[in-house]
Nanobody, 123 residues
Framework: QLQLVESGGGLVQTGGSLLLSCAAS????????MGWFRQAPGKEREFVAV????????GYADSVKGRFTISRDNAKNTLYLQMNSLKPEDTAVYYC????????????????WGQGTQVTVSS
């Protein structure tokens, strides 16, 4: 059973940066597609970014493209999300998730979820 633990959230001003990390344990990490989703109060969980097992293929939501970068270190079983030029609308709980080799941009394509980390961007 793969377990995921996010860290790195916090309060930051508009234009600031944060680095989220997600440590995986208890299962095979390397071949799984990994993703980041977020959920703001009163809104549905939405896709943020995805990365394939090898780390060679990534994808982003239009709202974060050019500002966020997803990466992974398979030797450390860790997923990252570098968030730059943060905006108030980025405020949400950010979740790390792991799926199959073919998981994409829909939350139901993923099996394992972390507990989430809060990101708050002040204006």
């Amino acid at each position: 059973q793969l377990q995921l633990v996010e860290s790195g959230g916090g309060l930051v001003q508009t234009g600031g940066s944060l680095l989220l990390s997600c440590a995986a344990s208890g299962g095979t990490f390397n071949y799984k597609t990994m993703g980041w989703f977020r959920q703001a109060p009163g809104k549905e969980r939405e896709f943020v970014a995805v990365i394939r097992g090898s780390g060679g293929t990534t994808g982003y939501a239009d709202s974060v493209k050019g500002r966020f970068t997803i990466s992974r270190d398979n030797a450390k079983n860790t997923l990252y999300l570098q968030m730059n030029s943060l905006k108030p609308e980025d405020t949400a709980v950010y979740y790390c998730t792991a799926g199959s080799a073919y998981s994409g941009t829909y939350y139901y394509q993923y099996t394992y979820w972390g507990q989430g980390t809060q990101v708050t961007v002040s204006s």
